[in-house]
């Protein structure tokens, strides 16, 4: 479904991903740590499309297509999808009056029609459920007011009503509290399908608790410097990511 | 000489003597005594240059550049008016073309026990002592150049007058049509809106043009309000690329009295608002709300005051602006707190989105406080389109255009929401999302 291969990034002419090579197959969960500044949130970015990063070399290929000269929405209606860390706030655009603009680009992307107003609103509703967002939530501005554990809440709502084939999740742990922790957990579980393929970034162990991944990378210093099972989270939470820097500055 | 190198200014104080001389008795009468002392203040100013402060920014050299008739004949029916998609209105509605009341096209469904509305020059016939005690009288204190044109020419426009403890139900919409098919036209409509004292009424004066040559509109507007009265004002100006407008609206309030102004500048060659408000009582309640969307290279000026000559009152204002290609943004807000006026609230603001590095924005927050216990904000704020809102909507799906588009309608939205009559509101909500999907 997703081939990385050799791929380079680098902001204002800093090299941040430095040759990643990953392999994801459909169903498949595979989360990625890494102490602060090794590249997670820029190889989330950088798959999403953001503009501020230079990719400098390499390829990533989903199902069939070469996605790095394509615009962010043009990968979000390939089925590619980022829940942001830090979801922005805009106001004056409600939430369900911009997820009824996304759901509708998508289709005609796609050669769809649009969903009309009841459609919509039916599915909406489903999919609000899946994550407990409050209607009166819907009606609010994007994120604006939100709390942190809203915002994440929505950024996975939004992931329902867009149903992507490949979810990325940008440290969405960061500033939940358990039961925040929780729904959200659920939400991501209750969307997993074997077409469908997760990437879980996150510094921490304890989301991998509630969304159990098939593969865990570490990365370091822009590169995948060691991958393993679900069991080398546990093993990371324990010895913390010391010894892995010290096996790879004896290599490197 | 031939006549095309007289200039504008002469040609006016001409035209202005030339009529003098066919008056006959009306020559004497009060009213154009004040026509002929606001001649001599327009012959003595001139058309403003940059020099002056109050026109540092807009350079009225290209709108003085040619003539214009300003008693240009139209035969303007309603199957005219089609191509600029009026939305039928629950309304009294009222048409001036090229200056000039037009019944034919106009609909009057409040009943005159709740208002009065007829055209200046119908009121003056009928009343001319009653026309004559509100004519000139909010702005004899500061004539500009503009403004005493008008004066100076002033002879038709609407007259409204709203008995005490009236509340009309319906809107009244004002219609003013340059019909610009044939050649250059120049008006200068003149309004009276006198609301008596716990009267409620609506109001817009939109603005329209018919055909490519260039059109001039030099309008004044006067609104009187009485003791607890509420007025709410919406000024729409949707013109051609070859529209030059300059208008004056001029309010006082008295005691207890809410004001609600909404200038929406959609379209227009160059576009000079002035908003002038006196708060002229106590718990007074004035809310400027504006809105303007300059594209290639036009010029949209708004000019507001919000005068506190009495204690305890408010005023709240809120402008906002998004300029593209070359197009140039004037704001200037004049808050003044005289000295009796403690307690006074006063809150304004300015926002602009700018997207292009061609385009310009000025603005300029002026207080004078002379009062030592009042509250007073200002706060401008110029940027571009937020990057990274526009990536979180991309990510979605949401194109880059469509996007934008969402981002400038929110942001327009705050305005527009404040605007009460519904066909108004529902028409520039249309008006806008289109604008900002066409580029």
Not at chain 1, 211 to 240: F, M, Q, T
Not at chain 2, 37 to 61: C, H, I, R
Request: proline share 3%; with cysteine.
């Amino acid at each position: 479904m997703l081939s990385i291969n050799d791929l380079r990034a680098s902001i204002e002419g800093k090299e941040i991903l430095k040759g990643i090579n990953l392999e994801i197959k459909p169903g498949e969960v595979h989360a990625i740590m890494g102490p602060n500044g090794s590249g997670k949130s820029t190889l989330a970015s950088v798959l999403a499309g953001r503009e501020e990063y230079e990719v400098t070399g390499g390829s990533v290929v989903f199902e069939g297509k070469d996605i790095l000269d394509m615009a962010p929405e043009q990968r979000a209606a390939e089925g590619i999808f980022l829940a942001f860390q830090y979801p922005v706030e805009i106001p004056g655009v409600t939430t369900i009056n911009f997820l009824k603009t996304a759901v509708n680009e998508i289709r005609k992307y796609r050669g769809e029609n649009p969903l009309d107003a009841a459609q919509f609103l039916k599915m909406v509703r489903e999919k609000a459920k899946l994550v407990s967002m409050n209607d009166s939530l819907l009606k609010r501005a994007l994120n604006e007011g939100f709390s942190g554990g809203e915002k994440k809440r929505n950024e996975i709502f939004q992931m329902a009503v867009l149903e992507p084939k490949l979810a990325i999740l940008d440290e969405t742990d960061s500033g939940l509290d358990i039961d925040a922790l929780r729904i959200v957990s659920e939400g991501v579980n209750s969307l997993r399908s074997p077409e469908r393929a997760t990437i879980v970034v996150t510094h921490y162990q304890r989301l991998l608790d509630y969304i159990v991944p098939d593969y865990v990378h570490v990365l370091y210093k822009g590169r995948i410097v060691k991958s393993g099972p679900k069991e080398l989270a546990l093993e990371l939470e324990e010895k913390g990511y010391d010894w892995i820097k010290a096996e790879v500055e004896a290599v490197g | 000489m031939s006549i095309e190198t007289i200039d504008l200014k002469t040609r006016l104080v001409a035209d202005f003597h030339a009529r003098e001389s066919v008056l006959n008795g009306e020559a004497s009468s009060a009213l154009h005594q004040k026509k002929r002392a606001a001649m001599a203040q327009f012959d003595k100013l001139g058309f403003p240059t940059p020099k002056n402060e109050e026109w540092k920014y807009s350079n009225v050299k290209d709108l003085i550049s040619v003539s214009y008739n300003f008693n240009s004949d139209s035969s303007l029916e309603l199957a005219d008016l089609e191509d600029l998609k009026i939305p039928a209105q629950d309304a009294n509605i009222v048409y001036f073309v090229n200056g000039h009341y037009h019944p034919a096209l106009s609909r009057i469904i409040s009943s005159q026990d709740q208002i009065t509305i007829s055209s200046l020059s119908e009121a003056y016939k009928k009343n001319p002592s009653l026309v004559n005690s509100y004519f000139n009288e909010l702005l004899k204190e500061d004539q500009d150049a503009f403004t005493s044109l008008n004066t100076a020419f002033a002879q038709d426009g609407i007259f409204i007058h709203i008995p005490d403890n009236q509340t009309v139900e319906h809107p009244v919409i004002l219609r003013f049509v340059s019909d610009a098919r044939a050649e250059n036209v120049g008006s200068q409509p003149r309004n009276i809106i006198a609301v008596g004292k716990n009267a409620h009424v609506k109001l817009a004066e939109a603005f329209r043009t018919l055909g490519g040559a260039r059109s001039f509109t030099n309008s004044v507007t006067e609104i009187f309000i009485g003791e607890e009265a509420g007025v709410e004002y919406y000024k729409v100006q949707n013109e051609s690329d070859n529209a030059y407008h300059v208008g004056t609206t001029q309010v006082r309030m008295l005691d207890r009295s809410q004001f609600y102004a909404g200038t929406v500048t959609l379209n227009g060659r160059f576009t000079r608002n002035n908003l002038n408000i006196i708060l002229d009582g106590e718990r007074c309640e004035a809310h400027m709300y504006g809105l303007y969307f300059p594209d290639g290279t036009q010029h949209v000026d708004n000019h507001t005051v919000a005068d506190h000559r009495k204690p305890n009152s408010e005023s709240n204002e809120l402008y906002k602006g998004i300029l593209r290609d070359k197009a140039k943004g004037v704001f200037n807000g004049k808050i003044f707190v005289r000295q009796d006026a403690q307690k006074t609230n006063a809150f304004q603001s300015c926002k602009n989105i700018v997207l292009s590095t061609e385009a310009t924005m000025n603005t300029k927050p002026q207080l004078e406080i002379y009062a030592d216990d009042v509250k007073c904000s200002h706060g401008t704020t110029t940027g571009q389109i937020d990057e990274e809102a526009l990536f979180y909507m991309r990510s979605r799906g949401i194109s880059r255009p469509e996007a934008m588009a969402l981002l400038m309608f929110a942001f327009c939205a705050d305005v527009v929401s404040q605007i009460k009559i519904d066909s108004v509101r529902e028409y520039l909500e249309n008006v806008i999302a289109q604008k900002l999907a066409s580029k």
